[in-house]
């Protein structure tokens, strides 16, 4: 009888810990639905078309500019700075999660910019215009699927530091 009362414990203790395997496994799983979806609208939110106008709200010099991800401007605003580019100024754009720093290098005649976006995070582009009034464009963003202007091309590095875009850029020059 002993032996039939532990087999009956043994198979209800079994029950249990299969109830509750099954109920953290599918607490996991939904968990990990959620997390999903959030990342989903997080990302759908910030890949709608973008406006074809924006405007500029410059940014008061008197306090910092507080940015969405700051160690990576910081990082970024110390490669601009390294590489001889002097700041022009920090800018908000209207109606959009996203914050604007621009630089300028006067011995290259070019201009850099660091963008910082709520969702989509933190990226540079490093510019030149030409006499002709055609531009290249070299930048860290990802691909984006955006036709450029006939007279701009971009050029996109995705991650490359400051330096690389610079030398990147360097490398198109019109005769």
């Not at 009956?8 to 299969?18: E, K, Q, R």
Request: cysteine-free; overall charge negative.
């Amino acid at each position: 009888m002993l032996t039939f009362l532990k087999l009956v414990a043994a198979f209800l203790v079994a029950i249990v810990v299969l109830v509750v395997a099954v109920i953290l496994f599918i607490r996991w799983k939904f968990r990990r639905f959620l997390k999903n979806m959030l990342e989903a609208a997080g990302a759908q939110a910030s890949s709608g078309v973008p406006p074809f106008r924006i405007k500029l709200e410059p940014h008061d010099d008197d306090d910092e500019m507080e940015w969405f991800h700051n160690d990576d401007v910081q990082t970024q605003m110390q490669q601009f700075e390294s590489s001889g580019f002097t700041p022009l100024g920090d800018y908000a754009v209207e109606g959009l999660p996203l914050q604007v720093r621009g630089f300028q290098h006067q011995d290259h005649n070019v201009y850099g910019v660091i963008y910082d976006h709520v969702a989509a995070g933190v990226w540079s582009d490093v510019v030149r215009r030409y006499d002709d009034e055609s531009s290249w464009t070299v930048s860290s963003a990802k691909e984006h699927g955006m036709d450029a202007a006939p007279w701009h091309t971009p050029w996109l590095l995705p991650g490359e530091p400051v330096n690389e875009l610079q030398q990147t850029l360097s490398l198109f020059t019109i005769a």
